[in-house]
């Protein structure tokens, strides 16, 4: 089977205490896998690892895409920059003529569903969900066939949070790449991904992975609630899906 993303036997440490040990998952390409877990767990220095940007202490990471993205809990915008320049940014490095960016800034935009009369506001000037949109358009400007999102909606009200998932359910079927999706909420791994998986209270391997039945962007409300209680109160790999080790560096 053809594999976008391998990690396998993947380990860390900071300062010598261990936060994550044999950690394997692969990921085709096209899939949405949500990695969910307890606080502390080392959820996001999976990410990291996985995207290149922290090396691992041991194992390995195969990365078998042609180019990636990734989307932060906080949007990470230029404040001197417009939204279209924060945009345009991502194309600096990646060779592509500079007479088609503003074509490809458009495109992505689109994607985010962010409106082009805003293009030429500052982050000042945008709402949070408006400065996120332009984050996930900064990532889909590349035309990546891998994005990394790392709790990017954590810090949204529900209905907004509610649009954005939306948003990356229809840029992933529309721009086709697969995804590793970083998230502490179960209702939001349910409707986003193709499949969950649970990082160990102790991020000592993946606990598991439960295979989502339909696609996302497909399954109703009244489905993911019950899917999420379900999982809470019967499923076992669940159960310490809210714990909290403080000890740990998140």
């Known amino acids: 089977m053809t594999v976008a993303l391998d990690l396998r036997r993947v380990g860390h440490a900071y300062f010598g205490q261990s936060v994550l040990k044999g950690i394997d998952l692969s990921i085709a390409p096209g899939e949405v896998v949500a990695l969910v877990g307890p606080s502390g767990s080392g959820k996001s220095t999976v990410a990291q690892i996985a995207a290149g940007l922290t090396d691992a202490r041991e194992g390995r990471v195969a990365r078998n895409y042609a180019r990636h993205a990734m989307v932060f809990q906080e949007p990470r915008l230029l404040p001197w920059a417009t939204a279209r320049q924060n945009i345009r940014f991502a194309l600096r490095r990646s060779g592509l003529p500079r007479r088609e960016w503003a074509a490809r800034v458009a495109r992505a935009a689109a994607l985010a569903e ?13 709402s949070g969900g408006m400065r996120q949109r ?117």
């Open 134 to 250: 332009v984050a996930i358009a900064r990532a889909l400007v590349v035309e990546p066939d891998f994005v990394f999102f790392d709790e990017p909606f954590t810090a949204l009200d529900v209905a907004l949070k509610r649009r954005m998932q939306d948003l990356v359910i229809a840029a992933s079927r529309e721009a086709r790449f697969a995804a590793l999706f970083i998230t502490h909420d179960v209702t939001e791994a349910i409707r986003i991904a193709h499949r969950i998986a649970v990082l160990d209270l102790r991020g000592r391997g993946i606990a598991g992975t439960r295979t989502l039945p339909g696609e996302p962007g497909t399954r109703e409300e009244n489905f993911c609630f019950i899917l999420r209680q379900r999982y809470l109160a019967e499923d076992p790999l669940f159960r310490h899906i809210h714990d909290v080790d403080e000890r740990r560096r998140p």
């Open 114 to 126: 962010f409106d082009a009369a805003d293009l030429g506001k500052y982050p000042v000037e945008l």
